[in-house]
């Protein structure tokens, strides 16, 4: 029996109860100052500079408040001028000698040429033109519900709501008494609001629990030193397409804290949360919320973002209350407990590696505390109704039948019945190895599938042979064995499988030093790039047709901290893509774990390697859906539009901005695809191989807009005399398209060039839209069903459960064109139950100890799908439903739990693993062999490249 009811963690404003107001006090920066404000910010700015700078930056001293005074809130990350637009908000007034000299601090920082005479003269003057003493905390009372309506009906909230309304709300929820369960209490504090995003980017409010500390027992094989973490809620604003009401999420989590170094990452700060004794200011106010400032890697050495002896620390005369960063990032724990009058606790990240505490909380644990918070937002913001199961319940057609399960009692059982059950699955594997031979058939047009494993150990080539041999039902099929190649005949088509050892080419970039960053890791990458095209343009003329490399390289824990630099990945991706070929990569076997367990691990991992392979051949096993052709028709294109994006703190350093669609058409034999480049549709490996090595011109965010909707509007053209569905992914897409925002979004009606949006029937009358949505960013809503409704003696429980399908909403009042799509329980641990812990001690409904903090939680992400445009006569309920089987195709991990998007959307993003952008010498092709390249002879046994890594500088 299947759950009918998911319950999301949204709120709902109480309408019987009408508006929200509350007393605060809020600081206005006067219309007066903006013009001197200006004039300081622009002092040694050229004229052009000054035109793209328009607004007055306090991004820099609302991190400054963050870090020292966590009770003031801010809305804006530029400053906002006049009485109407409130800069600063706290509940009380904030002292205002405190307030001045953090003012003071601000507009010195402007300044851009400190000690300059030209610079302190304009300082000085626009001090005195301010009259900061002048300013003053006035008390008011603030709408925390004020909104307008959209065009297409979707509510408004003003730009304050976003931060004001989750903060208060969070200090109602640190107000009531403690979270309690199982005999342990965990107390919560707010944590300073994040700065920079206003609006609907808002980070909305966030609490976090006392540290709770955790020793692992050295039988499971920990090492007996305390791990530390804590429970964290966040409050967020959000909207739903078409609906006038907004909603409140409550999102509950783990933030987990560093023992002992932090790595600090180049260029990127790492949070340390701080709860001192008193003010770090002096005069301040004791904080009463979490503070949170940044720790940063610069220039070789550690210290406080906005420290050192002119930074902004320095100026409030904060940095005596702190600790060395150079001793803090040594010893991260020595504080979290309180030492010298403050707490402090440095907040763990994943590329940091592994912790000893998993991540998440599973559904019960994540219920009971959700369920704590609402009590304190009531009773002016209610529930809303379940989600109700759909009444297109059904999953997609099978294509592959599924295999009996072995008990794990098989030898007890009777030999008859141990043979029908082995007979069955082997009859349902050849079944389906011989519809995925036949669907890789098709996508390789009647060629040959040649594919080359370049291994560092026999362990994983032995794997991905028998990967290729079980995946493709190709046991009986055997031509060729060995030394170096392999060779399956099959009715469908033949396989050849060449391996050779990866040899030198996935060594270290730079060897035995690391790159520095720019030019010679630039270089570093070039070398390697040039040398993998060569071996695999020699590879091919004497293996031709080679199309697809599995590469057998360490993962990103062999190239973190100090090596990032080194990892050669990237670089082997783009040589392959010179040569012709698209690329998987697998990691080698985990050689901290006991042989038989980790050969085990490579056999799964070698599975999936080789399934994700073909599928970069453009093999594909399209769900087939069961909603007829009369609601859904046959001939029906499927096109997903993505942006594929790089910045310069990308793997090499560039940047690059291509928008790309995917399409998967009936008939085609393969998926294909396209970029805004490209006039006519390739297979899809064509486009995975186009997209690397582009380094593109910065575009601003209006040529990107322009290129974008340009594309847009020139794939829909070409596909307007056939039906046609548009998939596109909100949180991908919308920042160059504007009108998949919640407030763009107008039903029946498409908007590009940033124009008013136009009737779907200007674009073709078949075309369809729908926007999907993830929860990224807390944008849908955290759930769960309620395990009650299933089993009754569970009432009163608290328990929760996982429920895939997909779900309508029951507000009143709301559209009928959102609905949203849940996955099944994940496979990939199946040893986790919906009752484990983390936070808290608990006991599971069987008696059993569920506490389990080091185990990884996993969830269903609630993903939203907007029907956004139909034709006349469609049912929504159903194209919505079609979406959602999308998400099941069977290549995936059998089909049972789901993709996290619907697979064309799937494909389109996974062609971001080749947006390598990096460029070598117009006038050097590197696929032309060298005078001292290996002769072609020595393809037949090695990999044999007269590839130089010793020449690289040993200076870091």
């Known amino acids: 029996m299947a759950y009918q009811y998911n319950r999301p963690a949204a709120y709902l404003p109480d309408p019987a ?28 700015m050229t ?23 966590p009770d003031i809130v801010t809305v804006d990350s530029t400053a906002r001028f006049g009485s109407e637009n409130p800069w600063l908000y706290c509940q009380d007034a904030y002292p205002m000698a405190v307030t001045n000299l953090y003012i003071a601090t601000w507009l010195r920082s402007l300044a851009r040429q400190a000690g300059d005479p030209e610079t302190a003269a304009l300082l000085m003057n626009c001090f005195r033109d301010l009259d900061t003493a002048a300013l003053s905390w006035r008390p008011g009372r603030v709408d925390l519900l004020e909104q307008k309506v959209s065009p297409g009906g979707t509510a408004l909230p003003a730009s304050h709501v976003y931060r004001l309304l989750p903060d208060v709300l969070a200090e109602r929820i640190a107000r009531q008494g403690p979270y309690e369960h199982h005999g342990q209490q965990l107390s919560f504090r707010q944590v300073a609001g994040r700065t920079g995003a206003r609006g609907q980017g808002s980070g909305g409010a966030e609490l976090m629990s006392n540290v709770i500390e955790y020793v692992p027992g050295r039988r499971g094989g920990g090492d007996g030193r305390p791990a530390y973490y804590a429970a964290t809620l966040r409050i967020t604003v959000r909207t739903v397409p078409f609906s006038p009401v907004p909603r409140v999420h409550v999102a509950a989590g783990v933030r987990r804290f560093v023992t002992g170094k932090v ?38 050495t550690t210290d406080w973002r906005q420290g050192g002896a002119e930074g902004m620390l320095a100026g409030i005369s904060a940095l005596d209350a702190l600790p060395s960063p150079d001793r803090l990032v040594k010893e991260a724990d020595h504080w979290i407990h309180g030492r010298d009058g403050i707490r402090i606790a440095i907040g763990h990240q994943a590329a940091m590696g592994r912790h000893t505490i998993g991540t998440g909380l599973m559904p019960s644990e994540r219920r009971r505390l959700i369920e704590w918070a609402e009590q304190a937002i009531a009773p002016e913001f209610v529930c809303v109704p379940k989600l109700e199961r759909s009444a297109y319940a059904r999953p997609p057609k099978k294509q592959l039948k599924k295999l009996p399960s072995i008990p794990k009692n098989m030898e007890e059982k009777d030999p008859e019945e141990r043979a029908v059950i082995l007979d069955q699955r082997e009859l349902n594997a050849a079944h389906n190895a011989q519809v995925l031979r036949a669907r890789l058939a098709e996508a390789l047009e009647g060629e040959d599938l040649t594919a080359v494993v370049l291994h560092q ?41 060449h391996a050779r050892p990866l040899g030198a080419l996935g060594a270290p970039l730079g060897g035995d030093s690391v790159p520095r960053r720019g030019q010679e890791h630039d270089k570093a990458i070039e070398e390697r790039r040039i040398g993998v095209a060569r071996a695999m343009a020699a590879l091919r003329e004497a293996v031709p047709g080679v199309r697809l490399a599995f590469v057998e390289l360490d993962g990103q824990d062999a190239f973190r901290h100090a090596k990032r630099r080194t990892d050669p990945k990237h670089a082997i991706r783009l040589g392959c893509a010179d040569a012709g070929l698209v690329t998987q990569f697998i990691r080698p076997p985990d050689p901290d774990v006991e042989t038989e367990e980790a050969l085990a691990d490579a056999g799964l991992r070698a599975a ?3 399934s994700d392979g073909l599928r970069q051949t453009g093999m594909r096993l399209v769900p087939q859906h069961t909603l007829g052709d009369t609601l859904i028709s046959a001939n029906l294109n499927q096109v997903a539009f993505h942006l594929v994006e790089r910045r310069l703190d990308g793997p090499t350093g560039k940047q690059q901005f291509t928008p790309i669609a995917v399409l998967i058409r009936p008939g085609a034999k393969c998926v294909l695809a396209k970029s805004a480049d490209m006039h006519e549709w390739v297979p ?22 322009a290129l974008t909707a340009a594309f847009v509007k020139k794939t829909l053209a070409q596909l307007r005399s056939t039906p046609t569905l548009v998939l596109a992914h909100a949180q991908d897409v919308r920042k160059r398209w504007p009108w998949l925002r919640n407030d763009g979004l107008e039903r029946d009606r498409l908007g590009l060039d940033g124009g008013p949006a136009q009737r779907i029937g200007l674009y073709g009358k ?52 959102v609905f949203y799509s849940t996955t099944g329980k994940s496979g990939s641990q199946p040893n986790l139950t919906n009752d484990d812990a983390k936070l808290t001690p608990h006991t599971s409904a069987s ?9 990884n939680a996993w969830n269903p992400d609630l993903l939203e799908l907007t029907v956004a445009c139909l034709q006349p006569g469609d049912d929504a309920e159903a194209w919505a439903a079609f979406v959602h089987q999308q998400r099941f195709s069977e290549d995936y991990r059998a089909g049972r739990e789901g993709l996290a998007l619907p697979l064309i959307l799937h494909l389109a993003r996974l062609a971001d693993d080749y947006a390598l952008p990096h460029e070598i010498d117009e006038a050097l092709d590197p696929t032309e062999p060298r005078a001292a390249a290996a002769p072609d002879d020595a393809l037949s046994g090695q990999l044999a490249f007269d590839f130089d890594l010793d020449d690289a500088d040993d200076d870091e």
């Open 17 to 44: 109860r009408g508006p929200f107001v509350v007393p605060m006090h809020t600081l206005s920066l006067p219309a007066r100052w903006e013009e001197p404000l200006l004039r300081l910010y622009h002092g040694g």
């Open 47 to 69: 004229e052009g500079q000054a035109e793209r700078r328009r607004r007055v930056p306090t991004a820099a001293v609302n991190q400054l408040m963050r870090a020292t005074a």
């Open 684 to 705: 899809y490996p064509e486009l995975l191989k186009s997209l690397t090595g582009r380094v593109e011109g910065r575009k601003n965010s209006a040529e990107q807009s």
């Open 608 to 610: 999936a390697a080789w």
């Open 457 to 497: 150990n026999d362990a994983i080539r032995d794997q991905m042979i028998a990967a290729a041999e079980t995946g493709l039902g190709l046991a009986g099929h055997r031509r060729e064995q060995g030394p170096d190649t392999w060779v399956w005949e099959a009715e469908e088509l033949t396989v050849r499988l």
């Open 847 to 855: 008696g059993n100890n569920a506490y389990r903090p080091a185990a």
């Open 263 to 300: 790595y600090m990452p180049y260029g990127k700060g790492v949070s340390a949360y701080l709860l001192p004794d008193d003010s770090l200011v002096h005069d301040g106010p004791q904080p009463q919320r979490f503070a949170v400032a940044m720790l940063e890697w610069k220039n070789g």
């Open 766 to 817: 078949q075309l369809r839209v729908i926007r999907i949505a993830d929860g990224s960013r807390d944008e849908t809503a955290q759930c769960w069903a309620e395990a009650e409704e299933l089993s009754p003696e569970h009432a009163g429980q608290q328990r929760g459960g996982i429920a895939m399908g997909l779900w309508r909403p029951r507000v009143r009042g709301d559209s009928d064109r």
